[in-house]
């Protein structure tokens, strides 16, 4: 009895095909046209759903596809097909012209007969083309390339040109290096044997196909060609224009991915770290966790990913959870199911899916968190939104640390190769040997032994090769990560982040180091944001405020900043107060401090309490965990009744009003009443009961921190040295900075010119400090009104053509004039000429910029170098606050009139009520002031 065979299933047949290396045989290449090239043609009829064939080429990552994209031809590019795979970016570069049949396969958007599938065989992606009907034999296999403005697309069926005799196997087996040979002025297509091949001939060319033959066919045709010609320039133009703008957005797309997943990779370190941080969403019914955001944000693109005509075309991939669809060629494809994943799948290494696992579940249960809110939902008197037990996702992941035997070799570390991922200790000597096929070891090699570029190379590699180790790591929760420096000890993965240029681990409190001077950093990213704040781009929920999110993505990259991200309500704090002002740094500043302090009133809920988010925090049955939370975090002690840092307690009780404002609006917005009338429920017991629980004992507590310091005022005698030695600096460092421009000599000039205003106008350091430039070069520089000066005395005048007065903008939005000397203008404008030898960012808005950063040289900091440096008596008492200080009090002891001292209150920047009640000495060194005055002017017998 004969044995059956089995059939196999189109999936089955796929992967014996991908590993064979071999094609289907009943296939034959023709050439089609000059214009459309060859197609791939079936001789045999194709059943719906078979395999077809696979589109051959090399796996190459994202960045390798940047790179390459810039190299190749336009023709080359063609090849280039790009598809989402474990969360992050590939393509298949079928570039080379190897034989194989699926990279020959043309587009057809209207009525494709096969899809393009990816299959995941032996941890690696290929991609496939599945027959999605019945094929007869001798049709064109085509798939849609996806929904770009391909040229071809829009050309009118008229257009396309000519089609060749039928039948002549000569022409119609052509090689491909024949046609592409062909004069490229004529336009010259094979008939296929069908209709929708050759792009279908205008009905007049087809009557004169049949009525007149070939002859007149001919004739018609050249005049058609002239149109045509005109037709396709126009086109090419249209194309080369979508390229180039297509190009930009890829680019942009490649950065941004390469960051998810970095940055994601350094959220599953997270992961393993404290489990109070390791927050997966945001909690909020209506709005997404940062796995959802990535997903939603990439499905969003992605919309062809499970939009199939026919569900049932393709293979059975039950077996297979990684098999997703491809069929397009510049949309991405995405899991739906990806946000469970992320955590398990965001490897750049060949990790393959895991669909479900207790990770799932726990990262489901508290996705559906809010809803349970909603709708009241609550146990034992405390609502939570959510329930669920923290999850620990992995064992604590550590990195690789040098051995702690003096006697082992140093050398002994192993590294990743990025091809094989095998742990290798002489990494350059095995891609050698085994890779130097890869373009990227080619180039590397085809520079001299100890040249810096072969070097640059290698290393690049390496470090890719170890981030895909990493990232497989971090997906399976086991291993060791490796490090581009090894630690001397043990240390945990979640202290290490991934650089987003090199893909290099660095130990975190480091990578800002290594960022600044990161090779493969570009220009254009210079970093700007200084030591710690690193910025880093993740993809955004469409409810989060776009430049909010930047402020989240531009702090510490900490646990704190992971609960910012992730908490809906503490972004829309950051937003409301965003809206509120004109931004700028310093505001952008401000919002940040906000915002993480709220995060660090809620991990600390979550570490002593049993609440979770910040919607919880303003339930008013939570109130009283609110309090042990507020106080954990400013370190209440409960037997002096005091704080550690009782303006933080302060400063919280604010935002968590401002916080239950946000709640209720949302909760209004979303139909949520139960939530609206709660916040507001908290909003009155925090009128009523904050004040008692928190703010009285954290007042009493800086009171009580003021009630014994003593209140000293600067010495005449210490000003005006300090005055003539900053006046000598001064010139000392314009002679350094004209003579050779650099970082330090600008920082010294920057550095005491600044104090010299603040010295001079008695402001305060920190509107000095944020003076802009654009507010320094718009002066007014105009004379005074004549009938004015006839007011002014004779020295007046002579004042007042002296000084340039800057307005600046002072506490509470109140202008705040600055006068300057012609000395400090000097020096001003030689700081303004030499902004760009010195390296200061032109983004730098402000006139006492740092070098190489955003921000600015902080008047506290120079005062406190200059008062030690003047040798002054009492250094310490030379600050901005004890200067105003000063002159208020002297103010008094001189009696000024009324008017005189409103227009110094004005002056100095405050109302006259703050001027009497906060800058006047303290009332026993006034009246001693005003007795000894007294007391003076009776022994000269003036009284
Ligand atoms: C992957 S290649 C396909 C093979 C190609 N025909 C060849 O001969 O090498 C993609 C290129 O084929 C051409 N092409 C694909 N589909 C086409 C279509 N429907 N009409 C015209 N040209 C097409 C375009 O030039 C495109 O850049």
Not at 163 to 190: K, L, N, W, Y
Not at 214 to 220: G, Y
Not at 789 to 794: K, Q, R, S
């Amino acid at each position: 009895m004969s044995k059956r065979r089995t059939r196999l299933s189109p999936q089955a047949e796929a992967i014996q095909f991908i590993l064979s290396g071999r094609e289907k045989p009943c296939f034959k290449v023709k050439c089609i046209s000059d214009f459309k090239g060859r197609g791939v043609f079936t001789c045999t009829p194709i059943e719906k759903g078979s395999f077809v064939a696979e589109y051959r080429g090399e796996l190459i990552s994202r960045y390798e596809l940047d790179k390459r994209q810039k190299k190749y031809t336009e023709k080359q590019n063609a090849f280039l097909f790009d598809f989402e795979w474990n969360n992050s970016a590939w393509c298949i570069d079928a570039s080379r012209e190897d034989g194989s049949l699926g990279r020959l396969v043309n587009d057809c958007h209207k009525s494709p007969n096969c899809k393009m599938r990816r299959l995941t065989v032996q941890g690696k992606p290929h991609l496939c083309l599945f027959a999605i009907e019945n094929i007869e034999a001798e049709t064109e296999i085509t798939y849609d390339y996806g929904d770009s403005q391909w040229p071809w697309r829009n050309l009118a069926p008229s257009g396309m040109i000519q089609t060749q005799h039928s039948g002549d196997p000569e022409v119609s087996e052509r090689p491909s290096s024949s046609f592409q040979q062909a004069p490229s002025g004529m336009i010259q297509t094979q008939h296929s044997g069908d209709p929708e091949v050759s792009e279908r001939p205008s009905s007049s060319f087809q009557q004169a196909n049949h009525s007149t033959g070939i002859a007149c066919f001919k004739h018609v045709l050249t005049a058609e060609q002239l149109r045509v010609k005109q037709r396709l320039q126009n086109l090419k133009r249209h194309h080369d224009c979508c390229e180039d703008r297509y190009e930009k957005a890829e680019k942009e797309r490649i950065a941004r991915e390469r960051q998810v997943t970095l940055s994601l990779v350094t959220r599953i370190n997270d992961s393993v770290g404290p489990p109070s941080v390791d927050d997966g969403g945001f909690h909020d019914g209506n709005s997404t966790s940062p796995n959802d955001q990535i997903s939603n944000d990439m499905t969003d693109e992605s919309s062809d990913a499970t939009d199939y005509d026919d569900a049932n075309y393709v293979p059975d991939s039950s077996g297979n959870s990684s098999d997703t669809s491809s069929n397009s060629r510049d949309l991405k494809i995405i899991d739906n199911h990806l946000p469970h994943k992320v955590f398990k799948e965001i490897s750049l290494g060949m990790a393959t899916a895991h669909s479900s696992d207790s990770t799932n579940s726990s990262l489901e249960q508290r996705s559906f968190s809010s809803s349970k809110m909603s709708s009241g939902h609550c146990s034992s008197g405390i609502i939570c939104s959510d329930s669920s037990s923290e999850k620990t996702l992995h064992s604590s992941i550590n990195v690789t640390s040098l051995p702690n035997t003096a006697k082992r070799s140093k050398y002994n570390k192993k590294q990743y190769c990025l091809y094989c991922s095998k742990a290798i200790s002489k990494l350059a000597r095995h891609l050698e040997s085994a890779h130097s096929t890869q373009p990227d070891v080619a180039k590397a090699l085809s520079f001299n032994k100890r040249s810096r570029e072969r070097k640059d190379l290698l290393r690049s590699l390496k470090k890719r090769g170890n981030f895909n180790h990493n990232a497989t790591v971090a997906s399976s929760g086991d291993g060791e990560m490796v490090a581009c420096r090894r630690p001397t000890r043990v240390r945990q993965s979640n202290d290490f982040s991934h650089c987003k240029f090199c893909q290099g681990l660095y130990a975190r409190d480091c990578l800002w180091r290594h960022v600044r001077n990161c090779p493969q950093k570009s220009v254009e990213v210079e970093t700007r944001v200084g030591r710690k704040r690193i910025h880093i781009d993740l993809p955004k929920a469409e409810t989060v405020h776009e430049a909010v999110w930047k402020i989240a993505c531009e702090m510490n990259q900490d646990d704190i900043s992971l609960v910012v991200r992730s908490e809906s309500d503490i972004l829309s704090l950051g937003e409301s107060m965003y809206n509120g002002r004109k931004p700028n740094e310093k505001r952008n500043d401000y919002i940040r401090q906000k915002m993480r302090e709220m995060a660090r009133l809620l991990i600390a809920a979550r570490a002593t309490t049993p609440l979770k988010t910040t919607e919880d925090l303003v339930m008013p049955s939570n109130f009283p965990h609110v309090i042990q939370a507020v106080r954990s975090v400013a370190g209440y002690d409960l037997d002096t009744n005091s704080y550690k840092t009782p303006s933080l307690a302060l400063k919280l009780g604010h935002s968590l009003a401002k916080v239950a404002g946000i709640v209720q609006c949302n909760a209004i917005i979303a139909n949520r009443n139960v939530i609206a009338e709660s916040a507001k429920q908290f909003a009155t017991l925090y009128e009523k009961r904050w004040a008692e629980s928190i703010s009285s004992a954290a007042l009493g507590t800086l009171h009580q921190a003021k009630w014994n310091k003593p209140h000293v005022l600067p010495f005449t005698q210490d000003v005006h040295l300090l005055h003539k030695f900053l006046a000598t600096e001064r010139a000392k460092c314009m002679k350094d900075l004209e003579e050779d421009p650099n970082i330090k000599s600008f920082g010294n000039l920057a550095q005491v010119t600044l104090t010299q205003v603040v010295l001079f106008n008695r402001r305060r350091q920190g509107e000095v400090s944020k003076i802009e430039l654009q507010a320094f070069t718009s002066r007014n520089r105009t004379e005074l009104n004549p009938d004015i000066m006839t007011g002014l005395t004779e020295f007046e005048r002579k004042v007042a053509k002296y000084f340039d007065r800057v307005e600046i903008r002072g506490k509470r939005s109140r202008m705040v004039p600055v006068l300057l000397t012609p000395d400090m203008i000097a020096a001003m404008d030689l700081l303004i000429k030499n902004r760009n030898e010195c390296q200061v960012h032109t983004e730098n808005v402000y006139l006492f910029a740092r070098p190489c950063v955003l921000s600015h040289y902080r008047g506290s900091d120079c005062f406190r170098k200059y008062s030690k440096q003047c040798g002054a008596k009492n250094p310490e008492s030379l600050t901005s606050t004890r200067l105003r200080k000063q002159v208020a009090t002297l103010s008094t002891v001189l009696n000024l009139k009324e008017n005189e001292m409103d227009q110094l209150a004005t002056f100095l920047g405050h109302d006259i009520r703050v001027h009497r009640e906060f800058y006047r000495l303290p009332e026993s060194t006034l009246q001693l002031a005003k007795v000894s005055k007294l007391d003076s002017n009776g022994k000269r017998k003036t009284v």
